[in-house]
């Protein structure tokens, strides 16, 4: 395929993907309709389904995209930091609420479930590679596995992404993280 | 008025919310329409929205119950042991998901934000009393304000919540749990 041609490809795919998050924050999973996306990304359905299979490949491409941004700073800084990125601007992770709403799909939909485990196995990866740097290096306590060490930052980005969602990010939660980060060090 | 007539409403009213509470976990907000509703309480429309105004009002009385029991176990053992029986039974839990659901409409609708900010008062108040407490004991960390360690411990709710609600129970969440009352703990 020529070069030309390719480019093309990878900013319609950057147009329909930049739309889609902003209809999805706005309207949520079920409330972007294909007649809202149209709108949202200037194209019609014919073009955007060519790229993406459906809805939830739409959903999923979006998950993956912030995933692989995430696993990009975890490598470097760390899970919280980039927890921290998330509540300097709640504002670029709306979407994400998205997210939350798809909890009862996730139950129970098997096929799409496994979708969305493969969207995080990068971010998970890079960061147990981030904790497992630390640990060696003796910054990072070492009287609790690395599974549960990940399995606590995890969960702690769950209830952010919960808090940001529902537009609850005004507290002390900058504070909140100071803590996080200090519990997975080691301690003096 | 006489107390048979107390006593029926007050069952009625129970009837209501335990047909409403599977009717929200089973379908969700949205999903929770009124004829689901009638048939999941055993009650017809008029009989349910004689005790409730709305179906806002039914998911806030739940939320409010559920926040009560809370209240009661985080003002005798913490909110971590909330959590713990969280995590013992999900199952009783799955309503929470609903919980996710309505994130974009707390961000938006402020009317709706302060019947839920309402409902967790007691829980808010429960939890900061206890941290009080163990904090005089000397059980608890001096070097972080109560109202981090409250953020800190309702973050890791959130995203309990998140996790119970999309099924993902599975894992090492207990350890993790141990590792967040740890981290609220005086240290030696």
Redesign the interface.
Known sequence: MPKVSEDHLAARRSQILDGARSCFAAH?Y?GATVRRLEEATGLSRGAIFHHFRDKDALFLALAHEDASRMADVAAEQGLVQVMRDMLAHPEQFDWL?TR?????R???DAEF?NGWSQRSAELTEATVQRLERQKAAGRLRDD??T???L??L??????????I????TS???S??LD??E??VRR?H
Chains 1, 2 share one sequence.
């Open positions: 949520g079920d609420g939350l709403e798809i909890a009862r996730l139950r129970t479930r609790v596995p599974d549960v060490l399995g606590y995890d969960l702690v980005l769950d209830g952010l992404i919960a808090r969602a529902s537009g609850h507290d002390n939660l504070a909140v803590l996080v200090a519990s301690q």
